[in-house]
């Protein structure tokens, strides 16, 4: 890609990249800790920039951003199925059922089972876990 990106970072513990757009512009796509989803945050350009490096910041290899994006996603996964989570009802059946997590939409999906995993947990809108088992500290509602 143009001038060397994508780059990847590790601010503190959170992943940033910095990515080229279509338009030829630069963004910076960050680690979210409640969806683990990586999100726009033009607010960290200044922390990666070349001056930044060294202060919290240190730069990363495209193996090494990818295999720490996959033990934060695997931990934060692990995290929220061991956390108490009362669902409530959604009144669709293929969606049955939906939880507010710090102001995150939560919905579980039931799939085609055992063609494929039983749930799939959706964080606003995104798919970010398939479940074979219902978590045991997560309330259904009655």
Known sequence: M???????????????TLIV????GVDALVFDFVT????????????VSDVGIGKDVDSLSEV???ERLVQLRTELSRQRCNS????ESSGDGEFPYRADLG?????IRVNDFPD???YTLFIDGHPVDDLED?????????
């Open 2 to 16: 143009a001038l060397g990106y994508p780059k990847y970072y590790a601010v503190n513990d959170r992943l940033v």
């Open 21 to 24: 757009l279509a338009d030829g």
């Open 36 to 47: 683990g989803r990586l999100v726009p945050d033009r607010s960290y350009f200044e922390r």
């Open 64 to 66: 090494q951003f990818r």
């Open 84 to 87: 108490p989570l009362r669902w």
């Open 103 to 107: 102001g995150h939409l939560l919905v």
């Open 116 to 118: 494929e995993p039983l």
């Open 134 to 142: 219902w978590p045991l500290l997560w309330t259904k509602p009655a």
